[in-house]
Every structure is written in C-alpha cells, then in structure tokens.
T-cell receptor, first 111, second 110 residues
Framework: AQRVTQPEKLLSVFKGAPVELKCNYS??????LFWYVQYSRQRLQLLLR??SRESIKGFTADLNKGETSFHLKKPFAQEEDSAMYYC?????????????FGQGTTLQVKP | DGGITQSPKYLFRKEGQNVTLSCEQN?????MYWYRQDPGQGLRLIYY???????QKGDIAEGYSVSREKKESFPLTVTSAQKNPTAFYLC?????????FGSGTRLTVV
C-alpha cells in the first residue's frame, strides 16, 4: 500500500541552525514526491518536487530510493520558515493521480 | 484570475444536519479532490473525481457524498452519518503540471 510517514509532529530549532524534516514512503513503483508548505492563514502551496531537483527558499530534498526517503533540508533556518510542512506522494496518472500526504511536521524557528 | 474557490470559509452545523461545502475552479482541470485536515493526522483523502460524472472514494469516504455534474464544480456533502465532522476541509484540482489547493472551509458541529 502507498504510504507517507513523517515521524516528527514538531521540530523546533533556533534561527541559523540546520533543519531536516524527515519523510519516508512506501510505494510499489516509481514515486513522484513533493513537499508542500502551509504558512499561517495561507493556502497549502508547493515547495518543491523531486523531479525538478531545484532549491526553493534554500530548501532541498533528495529522493533516496534505497532508503525510501525524501527528507527536506535547509542549512540555515530563518524565522519565516516557521510553518506546517507536508510530504506527499503522487499516485496514478500525471493528469489525474491522487496525492497521498504524510501527517505533517510543524517547523518552529525560534529567534 | 484563475484559481480554486471554496465557500464558505466557516460553517456551523447542528448535529443531525447535512451540509454542503462548495468547491469551484476555473483552471480547466480535469481532476478534483476533497481532503480533510485534522491536527496530527495530516490530510486524508475523502473523495476524488478524475472526470465529469465520475468519482471514487478515498480513504475516509464514510459519511460523505459528492457529485461532479460540471467540470468546474465538485461539492462535498457532509451527512449526518459522519460521526466526527468537525474539521478543516480542503479542495484541490489537478492537471499535468500539478495541484492547486483552495483556501479551505472550517466546519464546526454545534
């Protein structure tokens, strides 16, 4: 069965510290993985997707098929990074597939 | 201005009543989805529709119903059979480039 697991409900770091939000998945096929972010009182929005291999707002994520992980990293956290982060896996066709979310991790960056 | 609109933002329901949440998109996306967001549980899929006049159950469809009579619209009805309906409900649509999410409806049972 397809599943996404984010083991940490809350991650609290100080400004300038490195951040790693963990995500593990189970999927019988080639997964398409995403990180979504939800800032306070804003819509859920795409942060990055593994196929684009880009860095957004200093965040990166590498797909590790051997460990079935897609951890989100940032070398130096900023206060404005405080938000809820969801790891997600797309299952099905590119036009109409469904998104399976992890439980979410709240990132709190303290001054 | 293209996007996906959910209404209302806040909804209060008495126990035993059905309520319908609206989701409209003008993005010409084929697929639409309803998710429920609860603290500590992430987003769980209720129903989804890949094409007009067709929809499938997600992981937590019990107590909910949907329709997809038009491409633009995918309303969700929370029925009295849903035992714990108080939650935040998110609608989304998708094309080959990705997903777009609405701003959500917070439903509270009083």
């Amino acid at each position: 069965a397809q599943r996404v697991t984010q083991p940490e409900k809350l991650l609290s770091v100080f400004k300038g510290a490195p951040v790693e939000l963990k995500c593990n998945y189970s999927y019988s096929g080639s997964p398409e993985l995403f990180w979504y972010v939800q800032y306070s009182r804003q819509r859920l929005q795409l942060l990055l997707r593994h196929i684009s291999r880009e860095s957004i707002k200093g965040f990166t994520a590498d797909l590790n098929k051997g460990e079935t992980s897609f951890h989100l990293k940032k070398p130096f956290a900023q206060e404005e990074d405080s938000a809820m982060y969801y790891c997600a896996l797309s299952h099905g066709s590119s036009n109409t597939g469904k998104l399976i979310f992890g439980q979410g991790t709240t990132l709190q960056v303290k001054p | 201005d293209g996007g996906i609109t959910q209404s209302p933002k806040y909804l209060f329901r008495k126990e035993g009543q059905n309520v319908t949440l609206s989701c409209e998109q003008n993005l010409n996306h084929d697929a639409m989805y309803w998710y429920r967001q609860d603290p500590g549980q992430g987003l769980r899929l209720i129903y989804y529709s890949q094409i007009v006049n067709d929809f499938q159950k997600g992981d937590i469809a019990e107590g909910y119903s949907v329709s997809r009579e038009k491409k633009e619209s995918f309303p969700l009805t929370v029925t009295s059979a849903q035992k714990n309906p108080t939650a935040f409900y998110l609608c989304a649509s998708k094309n080959k480039y990705g997903y777009t999410f609405g701003s959500g409806t917070r439903l509270t049972v009083v």
